[in-house]
């Protein structure tokens, strides 16, 4: 069975974005970068919420053919345009929309369909609101997360309102010269 990866740049303090959304805070550079893409290009799907995604279509389906495009950009911009993408949305429609499936109610039965379909991991990137809804249906079977050494004090946190214990098994770390540590965990099912 297919697994939902969360994706995501942290704080010390567990937030994922500042108080109206802000991302400045997140430390990426190339060694990331070609870490993440080298986990990414092993994917077939993405998993967004509706902004997140709204943000994502804006750059990634051009942004390897701009003329001062990066190595990153031009493979991402390409595994972009191929992944097939689901995003959880109740105002968007799929009408014209390429490789994207939208899900809009019964997302438990709907990501659990996704679920059992042939393929590897989904990896659900960003999208702090669709990742609290998926914890709280808990949908969410492992966390990919990039800790920044930043302390906000303040913004959108990764777990709120969380209604039980979710046990995680630590998989992988990795220090960056950056000082972003990686956390690769899988949800304890059992």
């Given at each position: 069975m297919r697994r939902v990866i969360s994706f995501m740049h942290i704080s010390l303090d567990g937030f994922?974005?500042?108080p109206n959304g802000e991302?400045?805070?997140a430390k990426v550079d190339e060694e990331i970068f070609d870490h993440v893409g080298r986990r990414i290009s092993e994917g077939d799907t993405a998993m967004y919420g509706r902004v997140t995604y709204q943000m994502m279509e804006s750059y990634w389906p051009t942004a390897g053919d701009k003329p001062a495009a990066t190595k990153h950009d031009i493979e991402h911009s390409k595994w972009y345009k191929n992944a097939q993408k689901v995003v959880l949305s109740s105002t968007m429609k799929?009408?014209?929309l390429?490789?994207?499936k939208i899900i809009s109610d019964n997302?438990?039965?709907r990501i659990n369909e996704i679920k059992?379909?042939?393929g590897n991991d989904i990896?659900?990137?960003g999208s702090p609101t669709a990742t609290h809804s998926l914890i709280q249906l808990d949908l969410i079977d492992g966390y990919w997360l990039f800790v920044n050494p930043i302390i906000l004090g303040r913004g959108i946190p990764l777990f709120t309102d969380?209604?039980?214990n979710v046990k995680l098994n630590l998989l992988t770390t990795r220090q960056f010269t950056s000082g972003v540590t990686e956390l690769n965990y899988i949800v304890d099912k059992h």
């Open positions: 994922v974005a500042g991302l400045n805070w799929e009408a014209g390429t490789n994207t997302l438990s039965d059992q379909q042939a990896l659900l990137f969380i209604r039980h």
